[in-house]
């Protein structure tokens, strides 16, 4: 079950709801959304991360006014054309020095969802009655997908655009991305996990106990994340690459 619009998110928490007897929006509390800022420490590095290779950029477009061999309209081209290149360049460049800072981020943020999803877990009426061993992974993989699309991508996106209003236009796409990306495909079905949760499985109480050791670490989520981002990062790149050959060329032809 992909999520994409906020009708799938409806159908998302109605279906916990009916299959886990649990309201997944309970979560996202003033509490929760207070500890989920304090996880996010790339907004304080997005004048040195993204403000600082512009700056960096723009001296050397006021440097090639010097260097080059302008003359006469080649000042205004330079001047109008020149300014606008560069700063696409520099802005792009500061955009992939942020996606390259925030994984860190990204990490801890995924870490507190598992908090919260075995809070869920922890506070959910007669679990043991609804989940059976032939559905038990399957309601993990679904309670922390509604974690993720109820909890976590509203909390973060609000967060980031209260935080860095303009660069959180950007940055939210792509959180977001990575997030849905995870979501989808996090498997609580893998042998990491089989060791995880093998033992016992008809005693009572046993998917709040194994719950307990969900870790970023125990479902591959570093890994899954480091894969998440190489995707959501590639059409940037794609961009940077195209914007960088366009820069050269206006350099070689105008010198």
Request: aromatic share 10%; net charge neutral.
């Amino acid at each position: 079950m992909k999520i994409r619009t906020q009708q799938d998110i409806d159908l998302l928490e109605e279906k916990i709801k009916t299959e886990l007897g649990v309201d997944v929006r309970n979560y996202r509390n003033e509490e929760v959304a207070e500890n989920f800022v304090a996880l996010l420490v790339f907004p304080q590095y997005v004048i040195k991360w993204v403000l600082r290779p512009i700056g960096i950029v723009l001296i050397l477009y006021l440097i090639g006014f010097f260097q080059f061999d302008l003359v006469h309209i080649e000042y205004l081209i330079y001047g109008l054309l020149g300014l606008g290149l560069f700063l696409i360049f520099g802005i792009l460049l500061g955009i992939l020095f942020l996606t390259w800072r925030i994984k860190k981020d990204i990490l801890g943020v995924l870490d507190y969802t598992l908090f919260i999803m075995r809070s869920a877990i922890k506070d959910m009426n007669k679990l043991d009655d609804r989940i059976h061993p032939g559905n038990r992974k399957a309601s993990m993989a679904l309670l922390f997908k509604g974690v993720i699309h109820i909890v976590t991508i509203p909390i973060l996106s609000t967060a980031i655009s209260q935080k860095i209003p303009l660069a959180g236009r950007i940055i939210n796409p792509f959180i977001k991305r990575v997030l849905r990306f995870i979501s989808d495909r996090v498997n609580f079905e893998d042998e990491m996990m089989d060791s995880v949760m093998t033992e016992n499985e008809d005693s009572p109480g046993w998917l709040e106990r194994k719950s307990a050791l969900l870790s970023t670490q125990s479902l591959g989520l570093e890994k899954l994340l480091d894969i998440a981002f190489a995707i959501a990062r590639f059409p940037v790149l794609i961009v940077f690459a195209f914007a960088s050959l366009i820069l050269w060329l206006f350099i070689t032809i105008i010198n």
